[in-house]
T-cell receptor, first 113, second 113 residues
Framework: GNSVTQMEGPVTLSEEAFLTINCTYT??????LFWYVQYPGEGLQLLLK?????DKGSNKGFEATYRKETTSFHLEKGSVQVSDSAVYFC????????????FGGGTRLMVKP | EAGVAQSPRYKIIEKRQSVAFWCNPI?????LYWYQQILGQGPKLLIQ????????DSQLPKDRFSAERLKGVDSTLKIQPAKLEDSAVYLC???????????FGNGTRLTVT
């Protein structure tokens, strides 16, 4: 079956620090990969996506590259802000199995001023 | 465009009682999903509709959970009777088509005492 594994949080950083949140996946087919963000009290929002190997998704200074050889989709940001504090979820859709989104367990990021 | 609407925002019930949640997807979105998000975990798909038909309900505890989307627009999710372990946030999402991004509502937080 399909699964997504993320590094456990919380991740606590100072403002302007470099961020990496690791994500690896297992899929039977050729998945599309996503990062969703959940700010306090809000619903999940799509942050970025990549649909094939070597694609790079980017948005709001965040980036993630689809690495088929290592089955990874690590999230990075060069300089985090306090407003980036949220829970980040890595997810995949197996393109051979409809549109079902499989999520990782989430990683809480706390950025201190 | 208006987002995915869910109600109620919060619900507290005693075990063995019943509860229902409502979701109004983004206009024109054919696919609707219900996810369960237990505290500290990633969302888990309960059921997926395509228009008014069920695509996947393999992870829905059918002895107590039911969902319907009679006219292919709004949907309701019901739990009867509730158990303590049903305490979670119930998320509704919709997408325009297969492999399109999912748009999530803010969720209904259920507490079973």
């Amino acid at each position: 079956g399909n699964s997504v594994t993320q590094m456990e949080g919380p991740v606590t950083l100072s403002e302007e620090a470099f961020l990496t949140i690791n994500c690896t996946y297992t899929a039977t087919g050729y998945p599309s990969l996503f990062w969703y963000v959940q700010y306090p009290g809000e619903g999940l929002q799509l942050l970025l996506k990549a649909t094939k190997a070597d694609d790079k998704g980017s948005n709001k200074g965040f980036e993630a590259t689809y690495r088929k050889e290592t089955t990874s989709f690590h999230l990075e940001k060069g300089s985090v802000q306090v407003s980036d504090s949220a829970v980040y979820f890595c997810a995949l859709i197996d393109n051979n199995a409809g549109n079902m989104l499989t999520f990782g367990g989430g990683t809480r990021l706390m950025v201190k001023p | 465009e208006a987002g995915v609407a869910q109600s109620p925002r919060y619900k507290i019930i005693e075990k063995r009682q019943s509860v229902a949640f409502w979701c109004n997807p983004i206009s024109g979105h054919a696919t609707l999903y219900w996810y369960q998000q237990i505290l500290g975990q990633g969302p888990k798909l309960l059921i997926q509709f395509q228009n008014n038909g069920v695509v996947d309900d393999s992870q829905l505890p059918k002895d107590r959970f039911s969902a319907e989307r009679l006219k292919g627009v709004d949907s309701t999710l019901k739990i009867q009777p509730a158990k303590l372990e049903d305490s979670a946030v119930y998320l509704c999402a919709s997408s325009a088509a297969a492999h399109s991004p999912l748009h999530f509502g803010n969720g209904t937080r259920l507490t079973v005492t």
